[in-house]
């Protein structure tokens, strides 16, 4: 099983800055499709971004669209999450995710990842 391990998160006021990481046992590189989602207190999992790992396109929520940038390392071994304009709504436990063979799915759908990861916690303070 391919472990995901996420890291970077913690505690900002609104308007700042976070970079999340997602190590994984397997390269990126060979997945297809890597995503971020968070998870509020009482809300359901949200996907928030996701990477299409072979020609690098990425597809945001709308409510993180120009605030939050997905990437990946130049050697496809780690994804990052950059968030910046953090706002007291971004509050949540965020995940890594991954699938690893292509199907066609809607990039956000989090049934469709196989591979999770214990997810990192981000506070934002008003």
């Known amino acids: 099983q391919v472990q995901l391990q996420e890291s970077g998160g913690g505690s900002v006021q609104a308007g700042g800055s976070l970079r999340l990481s997602c190590a994984s046992s397997?390269?990126?590189?060979?997945?297809?499709?890597m995503g971020w989602f968070r998870q509020a207190p009482g809300k359901e999992r949200e996907g928030v971004a996701a990477?299409?790992?072979?020609?690098?396109?990425?597809v945001y929520a709308d409510s993180v669209q120009g605030r939050f940038t997905v990437s990946q390392d130049y050697l496809g071994n780690t994804l990052y999450l950059q968030m910046n304009s953090l706002k007291p709504d971004d509050t949540a436990m965020y995940y890594c995710?991954?699938?690893?063979?292509?199907?066609?799915?809607?990039?956000?759908?989090?049934?469709?990842?196989?591979?999770w990861g214990q997810g990192t916690q981000v506070t934002v303070s008003s």
């Open positions: 990477f299409y790992t072979t020609g690098g396109r990425a």
């Open positions: 995710a991954a699938v690893w063979t292509p199907r066609s799915m809607p990039a956000l759908a989090s049934w469709a990842y196989t591979d």
């Open positions: 397997r390269p990126t590189r060979s997945s297809f499709l």
